[in-house]
């Protein structure tokens, strides 16, 4: 079957450590993967999409590999601060036609707590 | 970014009612999609809303259950029919980015609580 697993357990992490949370799937063929942040009570923002042909992408504090022979993306977020506290999704198309704009299929998401 | 705002953004309904949720986006796109978010949980998405034809539903979710409009490009509502306490979740609707089709833009979400 299909899968999309993220750690469910929280991360607490004390601020400046860098945090790091994984996303693996299983029986997909993604053209990207997309990384997004949740804070309570809000929609998904996104942060991040890595193609199938990139192993790394950076924006900022955040940094996305992207393994697809082991099927993995880690998502790391650098001198973590208190304001990155959040639930953060992982997403793919789970089309096998890659094509733009088609739907995503979301990870449980891994929620982040960075104490002062 | 494309703006979408939801209307309610919460509500309390009864079971066996039925609640339309609006959504509307400050710019034009073919498609709009509807996800539901339970309690504690991640998005699963429930249909895809195009303008001109009729939904596309997921696997476990029919359209009796969850009628959707497009009467335009800038906005639909997705109606939750016959509610049950298991109805509760957030709905979000969602469009593709205009710059970048692959990114994903979603709306605030609406709160519903059947009692």
């Known amino acids: 079957s299909q899968k999309i697993e993220q750690n469910s357990e929280a991360l607490n992490i004390q601020e400046g450590k860098t945090a790091t949370l994984t996303c693996n799937y299983t029986n997909y063929s993604p053209a990207y993967l997309q990384w997004y942040r949740q804070d309570p009570g809000r929609g998904p923002v996104f942060l991040l999409l890595i193609r199938e042909n990139e192993k790394e992408k950076r924006k900022e504090r955040l940094k996305v590999t992207f393994d697809t022979t082991l099927k993995q993306s880690l998502f790391h977020i650098t001198a973590s601060q208190p304001a990155d506290s959040a639930t953060y999704l992982c997403a793919l198309d789970p089309s096998p036609i890659k094509a733009a704009g088609n739907k995503l299929t979301f990870g449980g998401g891994t929620r982040v707590l960075v104490k002062p | 970014s494309a703006v979408i705002s939801q209307k309610p953004s919460r509500d309390i309904c009864q079971r066996g009612t039925s609640l339309t949720i609006q959504c509307q986006v400050d710019s034009q796109v073919t498609m709009m999609f509807w996800y539901r978010q339970q309690p504690g949980q991640s998005l699963t998405l429930i249909a895809t809303a195009n303008q001109g034809s009729e939904a596309t539903y997921e696997s476990g979710f029919v359209i009796d259950k969850f009628p959707i409009s497009r009467p335009n490009l800038t906005f639909s509502t997705l109606t939750v029919s016959n509610m049950s306490p298991e109805d509760s979740s957030i709905y979000l609707c969602?469009?593709?980015?205009?710059?970048?089709?692959?990114?994903?833009?979603f709306g605030p979400g609406t709160r519903l609580t059947v009692l």
């Open positions: 969602s469009v593709p980015s205009p710059f970048d089709y692959n990114e994903q833009f």
